[in-house]
């Protein structure tokens, strides 16, 4: 307790543009993950980069704000995670081709106009929430340990 | 995915919800949702049953990893419908049964039933699958749900040990049958058990055909608990009864006995076959009964009589293999041993699922099993009391019941195979027919220790912890419906003689069949006075004085040393190892992190260079370098020199900078050669990891100042300075030199066209190489999850919260 006393910097500057820092990193992990598909980007890097944005809420704040802003067990989001992998990879089955054969087409969306969607993005977002929830379980687990 | 499918994974599929619904509904017996299933099943399998009857056989292909020629096939004929039938039907008496003797309250039903369903799906997938890596990986879960349902109780150290017992004689034996499944499709080019009997003429004689079969014969004999592998089976009565009942006498044990018949086809033309198959079973048939005898415990008992029976129906699967030797197929005499394996089969299900039954209940009205205190409880539970005069009459080979059918035909089959001039056996010949013999005798003296000792006699309320009553109804149904099956078919044999039996022994003895062999099964009660007549005589007759003097010759069986007897060389076994595996863990695994590293770039250091060496890759060519930048230059230099200053750096919190002034140089190199995927991940990588380095920063105790030896130091610099070495000469000598064509040319032509991908680095991920990114993101939350543990767990102080 003495220690978190101490640590704790109560750096304005930090902790307003963090607040700002935050959303805009976040939006850019959004981008990353959706774009993984034809440019650099994808679940894994946009799961770290989700992570780093979390992070960097840690360090300028502590961990009970970021479990305020984020109440999320994160062993739950990479047991979700794992469990989209899964499912995505098997769901191949019902269809009576082998496991993990992806399915694509392209569908008109409003807002979006042509789009092309694929299962490759489901096991995607689940590599994207295992990473996040490894990544914050870990963070978290050595923050509150002190 | 075809209906038949549905149906094996249908089991595994329910229990997913199982926990669900015994959390929601914690008033309803979670039994009764899980009895749906079976019953469901055991109405699907019954409308093949014509369709097996004409001979007609079922598939479904459902492609799995077809480049590997591994797919889920199902391929359902006599045989297999015969044991999806006993593995479905069994299986609603069973969880039936398993409402009335778990108590609600105090058991975790949803792991009971969640491992049983998953037992069931095992089951169905080893007898209807053709690919045989398919029926490996059943046969595998069999084992695991076996294991899990052993060590249900796992509170009680004999339920871990005999949990830990199963799976390790079963798993060994499943590891030789993958041995054999690969030589066997090496040779015959497929993993198919069909298409394998289809190639036979020209596999038959490989000189490693027969250590096939040998692999094949270790899984299928620790799996059925033949002699000497049988030392699971009793330690396996830990479970609760209802698995006792359907695993450990109806199902899993049976399991070998349908790998033998499977591949009887393949294998069962080579004399070693027989020899080895009639020979197991037959010593296990006569050991199995021998024991029971000196067991007091009610399970003990029927565990021991359960090998032996196993023993029976495998001598007589290897008998039946004569069949394939005769030139003379038309009188049908030969094919008699493998009508009786089937047809005692069936019966043993019946008979010996309903005993395990009658066991439970009176385990569980009078609190013991032990047959010292129990005694006289006829008058208080004539139902139980009748259940068990049938069980064991039939068990026993007295008439009326379909296990005296059944004996008869296997005493026949072993005195047709005796006096016949085939193998040379008429020289030593006669020890089939008296070990057979010697086996029935003890059968028949246990037989009547059960009835008798638990139902009549003195009674000892005193030493029962419980007052003993009659059973609930619901506990009394399954063992009746088994019973009054026993009786059904010892009246009317004929009724499963053109339906279930003959459509299973012309798959067993397709070659039989193929030759125009016409497979008689008519079964009668009467023979007239044959010389099997005279050995039921004979075998009653000494039976019985046996059993009048047992007092007199128990003490016999305490006279074997305890060091010789195959628990103890087990127990030994497994103690030695125990004991190996500590002292070279001691020596190898020191706690210390540079140990590992200095392991792991030894072996690297070795291995890459010895590669080089031996396919003489030291050849280097200068034209293929392109010029160097001077930013090039100038990164590299950066990059030596923070790599070098780490190994000065006094501080934690310099090494820290310093390490990551490495990764984001390592992330511009990334840059500059295009790779942007890479420099992404690396840069994000070096944040994430720095920022984790100064969390715990704080909990890290200084650096000691502790001098190393010199030699160390050296002999470290040595290790750093090889494993360089190394890697520069591999960039080099990959650089100079192309072995193969590159792989990139595929994934270039195809990221477009397969996966209507852009970014080929991300394709490979999710796409041509998902697997590996499953398996990846397997392997992080499993690190995850571990590091959070080891937290925990320090924190706690060791205490499971």
């Given at each position: 307790?003495?220690?978190?006393?101490?640590?704790?910097?109560?750096?304005?500057?930090?902790?307003?543009?963090?607040?700002?820092?935050?959303?805009?990193?976040?939006?850019?992990?959004?981008?990353?993950?959706?774009?993984?598909?034809?440019?650099?980007?994808?679940?894994?890097?946009?799961?770290?980069?989700?992570?780093?944005?979390?992070v960097?809420?840690?360090l300028?704040?502590?961990?009970?704000?970021?479990?305020?802003?984020?109440?999320?067990?994160?062993k739950?989001?990479?047991?979700?995670?794992?469990?989209?992998?899964?499912?995505?990879?098997?769901?191949?089955?019902?269809?009576?081709?082998?496991?993990?054969?992806?399915?694509?087409?392209?569908?008109?969306?409003?807002?979006?106009?042509?789009?092309?969607?694929?299962?490759?993005?489901?096991?995607?977002?689940?590599?994207?929430?295992?990473?996040v929830?490894?990544?914050?379980?870990?963070?978290?687990?050595?923050?509150?340990?002190e | 995915?075809?209906?038949?499918?549905?149906?094996?994974?249908?089991?595994?599929?329910?229990?997913?919800?199982?926990?669900?619904?015994?959390?929601?509904?914690?008033?309803?017996?979670?039994?009764?949702?899980?009895?749906?299933?079976?019953?469901?099943?055991?109405?699907?399998?019954?409308?093949?049953?014509?369709?097996?009857?004409?001979?007609?056989?079922?598939?479904?292909?459902?492609?799995?990893?077809?480049?590997?020629?591994?797919?889920?096939?199902?391929?359902?004929?006599?045989?297999?419908?015969?044991?999806?039938?006993?593995?479905?039907?069994?299986?609603?008496?069973?969880?039936l049964?398993?409402?009335?003797?778990?108590?609600?309250?105090?058991?975790?039903?949803?792991?009971?039933?969640?491992?049983?369903?998953?037992?069931?799906?095992?089951?169905?997938?080893?007898?209807?699958?053709?690919?045989?890596?398919?029926?490996?990986?059943?046969?595998?879960?069999?084992?695991?749900?076996?294991?899990?349902?052993?060590?249900?109780?796992?509170?009680?150290?004999?339920?871990?040990?005999?949990?830990?017992?199963?799976?390790?004689?079963?798993?060994?034996?499943?590891?030789?049958?993958?041995?054999?499944?690969?030589?066997?499709?090496?040779?015959?080019g497929?993993?198919?058990?069909?298409?394998?009997?289809?190639?036979?003429?020209?596999?038959?004689g490989?000189?490693?055909?027969?250590?096939?079969?040998?692999?094949?014969?270790?899984?299928?004999?620790?799996?059925?608990?033949?002699?000497?592998?049988?030392?699971?089976?009793?330690?396996?009565?830990?479970?609760?009864t209802?698995?006792?009942?359907?695993?450990?006498?109806?199902?899993?044990?049976?399991?070998?006995?349908?790998?033998?018949?499977?591949?009887?086809?393949?294998?069962?033309?080579?004399?070693?076959?027989?020899?080895?198959?009639?020979?197991?079973?037959?010593?296990?048939?006569?050991?199995?009964?021998?024991?029971?005898?000196?067991?007091?415990?009610?399970?003990?008992?029927?565990?021991?009589?359960?090998?032996?029976?196993?023993?029976?129906?495998?001598?007589?699967l290897?008998?039946?293999?004569?069949?394939?030797?005769?030139?003379?197929?038309?009188?049908?005499?030969?094919t008699?041993?493998?009508?009786?394996?089937?047809?005692?089969l069936?019966?043993?299900?019946?008979?010996?699922?309903?005993?395990?039954?009658?066991?439970?209940?009176?385990?569980h009205?009078?609190?013991?099993?032990?047959?010292?205190?129990?005694?006289?409880?006829?008058?208080?539970?004539?139902?139980?009391?009748?259940?068990?005069?049938?069980?064991?009459?039939?068990?026993?080979?007295?008439?009326?019941?379909?296990?005296?059918?059944?004996?008869?035909?296997?005493?026949?089959?072993?005195?047709?195979?005796?006096?016949?001039?085939?193998?040379h056996?008429?020289?030593?010949?006669?020890?089939?027919p008296?070990?057979?013999?010697?086996?029935?005798?003890?059968?028949?003296?246990?037989?009547?220790?059960?009835?008798?000792?638990?139902?009549?006699?003195?009674?000892?309320?005193?030493?029962?912890?419980?007052?003993?009553?009659?059973?609930?109804?619901?506990?009394?149904?399954?063992?009746?419906?088994?019973?009054?099956?026993?009786?059904?078919?010892g009246?009317?044999?004929?009724?499963?003689?053109?339906?279930l039996?003959?459509?299973?022994?012309?798959?067993?003895?397709?070659?039989?069949?193929?030759?125009?062999?016409?497979?008689?099964?008519?079964?009668?009660?009467?023979?007239?006075?044959?010389?099997?007549?005279?050995l039921?005589?004979?075998?009653?007759?000494?039976?019985?004085?046996?059993?009048?003097?047992?007092?007199?010759?128990?003490?016999?069986y305490?006279?074997?040393?305890?060091?010789?007897?195959?628990?103890?060389q087990?127990?030994?076994?497994?103690?030695?190892?125990?004991?190996?595996?500590?002292?070279?863990?001691?020596?190898?695994?020191?706690g210390?992190?540079?140990?590992?590293?200095?392991?792991?770039?030894?072996?690297?250091?070795?291995?890459?260079?010895?590669?080089?060496?031996?396919?003489?890759?030291?050849?280097?060519?200068?034209?293929?370098?392109?010029?160097?930048?001077?930013?090039?230059?100038?990164?590299?230099?950066?990059?030596?020199?923070?790599?070098?200053?780490?190994?000065?750096?006094?501080?934690?919190?310099?090494?820290?900078?310093?390490?990551?002034?490495?990764?984001?140089?390592?992330?511009?190199?990334?840059?500059?050669?295009?790779?942007?995927?890479l420099?992404?991940?690396?840069?994000?990588i070096?944040?994430?990891?720095?920022?984790?380095?100064?969390?715990?920063?704080?909990?890290?105790?200084?650096?000691?100042r502790?001098?190393?030896?010199?030699?160390?130091?050296?002999?470290?610099?040595?290790?750093?300075?090889?494993?360089?070495?190394?890697?520069?000469?591999?960039?080099?000598?990959?650089?100079?030199?192309?072995?193969?064509?590159?792989?990139?040319?595929?994934?270039?032509?195809?990221?477009?066209?397969?996966?209507a991908?852009?970014?080929?680095?991300?394709?490979?991920?999710?796409?041509?190489?998902?697997?590996?990114?499953?398996?990846?993101i397997?392997?992080?939350?499993?690190?995850?999850?571990?590091?959070?543990?080891?937290?925990?767990?320090?924190?706690?102080g060791?205490?499971?919260?």
């Amino acid at each position: 307790m003495k220690k978190q006393a101490k640590k704790h910097t109560n750096d304005v500057i930090l902790e307003s543009a963090t607040s700002f820092i935050t959303f805009v990193i976040f939006l850019f992990a959004v981008y990353l993950f959706f774009a993984g598909h034809y440019t650099p980007g994808g679940g894994f890097i946009g799961g770290l980069v989700t992570a780093s944005a979390l992070v960097l809420i840690l360090l300028a704040y502590d961990i009970k704000t970021l479990r305020r802003i984020l109440p999320f067990d994160y062993k739950w989001i990479t047991a979700l995670g794992m469990l989209i992998a899964v499912l995505t990879a098997s769901g191949a089955l019902l269809f009576n081709v082998p496991f993990f054969t992806h399915a694509h087409d392209y569908f008109t969306l409003p807002l979006f106009g042509k789009t092309s969607l694929h299962t490759a993005m489901l096991f995607d977002l689940g590599v994207y929430l295992v990473v996040v929830g490894v990544t914050m379980t870990i963070i978290q687990t050595i923050g509150e340990s002190e | 995915m075809s209906v038949m499918h549905g149906a094996i994974l249908l089991p595994i599929l329910i229990s997913l919800f199982i926990p669900l619904l015994a959390k929601r509904l914690p008033n309803i017996h979670t039994g009764w949702f899980v009895l749906v299933v079976p019953v469901l099943l055991v109405s699907y399998f019954s409308h093949f049953l014509p369709g097996t009857m004409s001979g007609e056989t079922f598939t479904a292909r459902m492609p799995w990893i077809p480049s590997l020629g591994i797919d889920f096939v199902t391929y359902l004929d006599g045989l297999g419908l015969l044991f999806a039938l006993l593995i479905t039907g069994i299986g609603s008496l069973v969880v039936l049964y398993s409402i009335f003797y778990l108590d609600a309250k105090k058991e975790s039903l949803g792991t009971f039933y969640v491992y049983l369903l998953m037992f069931m799906t095992a089951m169905l997938g080893v007898v209807l699958s053709d690919n045989m890596i398919v029926l490996y990986l059943f046969w595998e879960l069999t084992s695991i749900s076996s294991f899990l349902l052993i060590a249900y109780w796992y509170e009680r150290e004999r339920s871990r040990y005999g949990a830990q017992k199963s799976m390790l004689i079963t798993v060994f034996g499943g590891l030789a049958m993958l041995g054999g499944i690969a030589i066997l499709s090496t040779l015959s080019g497929s993993l198919s058990i069909r298409e394998t009997y289809a190639s036979l003429e020209s596999i038959q004689g490989e000189p490693f055909f027969t250590v096939a079969l040998v692999l094949f014969l270790l899984a299928a004999f620790t799996k059925s608990a033949q002699f000497p592998f049988h030392i699971w089976l009793p330690d396996a009565m830990e479970a609760p009864t209802p698995v006792s009942a359907y695993l450990h006498s109806a199902t899993m044990v049976k399991a070998g006995l349908y790998l033998v018949a499977r591949f009887s086809p393949i294998f069962a033309d080579e004399s070693l076959w027989f020899y080895l198959v009639s020979s197991v079973g037959i010593f296990t048939l006569f050991w199995g009964s021998l024991n029971a005898v000196k067991q007091h415990d009610l399970k003990g008992i029927l565990a021991y009589s359960t090998i032996s029976q196993l023993g029976l129906i495998m001598s007589l699967l290897g008998l039946g293999a004569a069949a394939l030797h005769v030139d003379a197929l038309d009188d049908g005499l030969y094919t008699i041993a493998t009508v009786a394996a089937i047809f005692h089969l069936i019966n043993h299900a019946t008979f010996k699922g309903s005993l395990f039954m009658m066991a439970g209940i009176v385990d569980h009205e009078t609190g013991t099993r032990d047959i010292r205190k129990l005694g006289g409880l006829a008058q208080l539970m004539p139902i139980s009391m009748t259940i068990a005069m049938i069980g064991t009459l039939s068990m026993a080979g007295i008439p009326p019941f379909n296990g005296f059918l059944s004996k008869e035909m296997f005493l026949t089959g072993v005195l047709e195979v005796a006096g016949s001039d085939l193998f040379h056996l008429p020289s030593y010949g006669w020890i089939i027919p008296v070990l057979a013999v010697v086996g029935s005798i003890f059968t028949f003296v246990y037989s009547i220790l059960i009835v008798r000792r638990t139902f009549f006699g003195k009674r000892q309320d005193d030493k029962l912890p419980k007052t003993p009553h009659e059973a609930p109804i619901g506990m009394l149904i399954p063992p009746l419906v088994l019973v009054s099956l026993v009786v059904i078919i010892g009246l009317f044999p004929n009724i499963l003689s053109d339906t279930l039996i003959r459509p299973a022994v012309e798959a067993i003895l397709p070659q039989v069949v193929d030759a125009g062999g016409k497979i008689d099964v008519h079964i009668t009660m009467w023979h007239g006075f044959q010389p099997e007549f005279f050995l039921t005589l004979l075998i009653f007759t000494v039976g019985f004085i046996l059993y009048k003097t047992l007092p007199r010759w128990q003490s016999l069986y305490n006279r074997m040393p305890r060091a010789v007897s195959l628990n103890h060389q087990y127990d030994a076994l497994l103690r030695r190892g125990e004991q190996t595996s500590t002292k070279i863990h001691d020596t190898v695994m020191t706690g210390y992190m540079r140990s590992y590293l200095i392991y792991i770039f030894g072996f690297i250091v070795i291995l890459i260079l010895t590669a080089l060496y031996g396919f003489d890759a030291f050849r280097f060519a200068v034209d293929p370098i392109s010029s160097i930048h001077a930013y090039e230059i100038i990164l590299a230099l950066v990059l030596v020199s923070s790599a070098l200053s780490i190994t000065f750096a006094r501080s934690r919190l310099t090494s820290i900078i310093l390490l990551g002034v490495t990764g984001y140089t390592v992330a511009l190199f990334f840059v500059l050669f295009r790779a942007p995927d890479l420099a992404l991940t690396q840069l994000v990588i070096e944040t994430v990891s720095v920022a984790l380095f100064l969390l715990v920063f704080y909990h890290l105790p200084e650096i000691s100042r502790k001098e190393e030896r010199i030699p160390f130091k050296l002999g470290n610099a040595l290790i750093s300075a090889l494993v360089g070495l190394t890697v520069t000469l591999v960039a080099l000598a990959s650089l100079s030199q192309r072995s193969f064509t590159s792989i990139a040319k595929y994934y270039i032509d195809n990221v477009a066209d397969l996966a209507a991908g852009g970014n080929m680095v991300n394709v490979i991920l999710v796409d041509f190489r998902g697997f590996d990114t499953l398996f990846e993101i397997a392997v992080l939350a499993l690190a995850g999850i571990g590091i959070y543990t080891m937290i925990k767990f320090r924190q706690t102080g060791g205490i499971d919260k």
